[in-house]
C-alpha cells in the first residue's frame, strides 16, 4: 500500500495524493538582502567571525557576496548554512528556517 | 400547462483556497503540481479530491512511450477507465495548458462528493500532475 499525503485540507474540502505538493520555484530562489534578513543580527555577526577564522565559512560568504538571487535548493547554500550551524552560528531548527521555503 | 423553468445554474461559488497564487507551481501560471508520485505497478491515486471541487486542469506527464492506465471516478461513478500507449510524455484528461492550446480535452470536472483520478505505468516511478482544481462552497 503506497502512502497518502494530504496536499490541502480545510474545514469542508480535502487533496490527497501518492505525490508530493511541488513547492512554487519563485520561493526557492529570493535576493541576498532576503536572505541575509532571515537571520537575526546575532547570527549574522557570528557567521563573520567565523569566517575570519574558517576557510569553509569563508568560502561561503564569499560565494554569497557573488550572487545577486539566492537559490535555497542549492547545495551550496544548504551545505554553507548546515555547516555554520554546525560551528554553532545557529541551531538546527534555526538552520531549517533559513532555509525554509517562502 | 405551466411555463415555469426549473433549473438555471449561475456561478459556481467559490470556497477559501487561501494560499492558492503562492501554492502556483510558477507565480501567475493557473496551476498547482504534485511531484514523485510512483505509479508502478497498480492504480495509484494521482489526486483524490473529497468535497465539492471544480476541475478545470489535469494533465499527468511522464510514462512515455509505455503501456499506462487512467481512471477517473467522480461521484463514485467511473467515468473514464482506459489503457492506452502515452506519446509525447502527456497525458491530457482536463482543460488547456499553458503554451499547448492544442491540448483540449474534457472543459472542467464537477464533482458534489469526490473526484479520484488513478494512474498506472509500466516503470515510471516519477510521474508529476499538473492541475487547477477550485474548492465550491
Not at chain 1, 520555484?25 to 534578513?37: A, P, V
Amino acid at each position: 500500500m503506497k502512502k497518502i499525503n494530504i496536499i490541502f485540507k480545510s474545514k469542508t474540502h480535502k487533496i490527497e495524493s501518492v505525490g508530493v505538493k511541488s513547492v512554487n520555484s519563485y520561493l526557492l530562489n529570493i535576493t541576498r538582502g532576503e536572505f541575509k534578513l532571515r537571520m537575526t543580527q546575532v547570527e549574522r555577526i557570528a557567521i563573520r567571525q567565523l569566517a575570519m577564522s574558517d576557510a569553509i565559512v569563508y568560502d561561503f560568504m564569499d560565494l554569497l557576496s557573488d550572487i545577486e538571487i539566492v537559490p535555497l535548493d542549492q547545495p551550496e547554500v544548504i551545505d554553507g548554512i548546515n555547516y555554520c550551524s554546525k560551528l554553532g552560528a545557529f541551531t538546527k531548527v534555526r538552520a531549517s528556517e533559513i532555509l525554509g521555503n517562502g | 400547462m405551466s411555463n415555469v423553468i426549473n433549473g438555471g445554474g449561475g456561478f459556481y461559488k467559490l470556497a477559501p483556497d487561501l494560499n492558492r497564487i503562492s501554492e502556483q507551481k510558477v507565480t501567475g501560471d493557473a496551476y498547482k503540481e504534485i511531484d514523485n508520485i510512483d505509479a508502478r505497478g497498480a492504480l495509484t491515486t494521482v489526486i483524490n479530491l473529497s468535497g465539492k471541487w471544480l476541475l478545470t486542469t489535469a494533465f499527468i506527464y511522464g510514462a512515455g512511450n509505455q503501456v499506462v492506465t487512467l481512471k477517473v471516478t467522480v461521484d463514485n461513478i467511473v467515468i473514464i477507465n482506459d489503457t492506452f500507449t502515452v506519446q509525447n510524455f502527456r497525458t491530457g484528461i482536463v482543460g488547456v495548458q499553458g503554451s499547448m492550446t492544442n491540448q483540449i480535452s474534457d472543459t472542467y470536472l464537477y464533482c458534489d462528493s469526490n473526484i479520484l483520478i488513478e494512474f498506472q505505468t509500466a516503470t515510471d516511478d516519477s510521474v508529476l500532475f499538473q492541475y487547477n482544481a477550485r474548492p465550491i462552497a
